[in-house]
């Protein structure tokens, strides 16, 4: 699983070349979508207007909910100093979950914002994508 952090989601809407070619690809591959965490959405849009329009034009993006259990485990984890609700948010996407197989991968402009264990991707590197 993909997950697009609150970074990543506005470069997506600013039209990033190598998210908005991910975001592509993925639309012509059956199952695989990019993860965005609703909170991250949210402060997106908060940030840039109309953000959320550019990013949902993609079939490929889907908004993770914020359902009970992930609203008193982002609070948890912002109670105990992980960062903000859209970064918590982040975080607790990209945990394992019985309905998603595999490792998850954050995009992100900030990876230092995230525990060690959890795998992350500049998206500004210079290998991002095969972007040299």
């Given at each position: 699983m993909i997950?697009?952090?609150?970074?990543?989601?506005?470069?997506?809407?600013?039209?990033?070349?190598?998210?908005s070619l991910l975001a592509a690809n993925m639309a012509r591959t059956p199952g695989e979508q990019l993860r965005i965490p609703a909170l991250c959405l949210m402060q997106a849009e908060a940030d840039e207007e109309r953000a959320h329009q550019q990013v949902l034009a993609y079939s490929s993006v889907a908004v993770d909910p914020l359902e009970t259990m992930a609203a008193s485990t982002v609070g948890t984890m912002m109670r105990d100093g992980y960062g903000g609700p859209d970064t918590c948010h982040a975080l607790y996407?990209?945990?394992?979950?019985?309905?998603?197989?595999?490792?998850?991968?954050?995009?992100?402009?900030?990876?230092?914002?995230?525990p060690p264990g959890v795998v992350t991707v500049d998206i500004n590197s210079p290998g991002m994508l095969g972007f040299h």
């Open positions: 997950i697009l952090d609150t970074g990543a989601v506005k470069a997506l809407a600013a039209g990033h070349e190598a998210l996407c990209a945990l394992p979950r019985a309905e998603f197989t595999g490792m998850s991968i954050l995009l992100t402009e900030h990876e230092s914002a995230y």
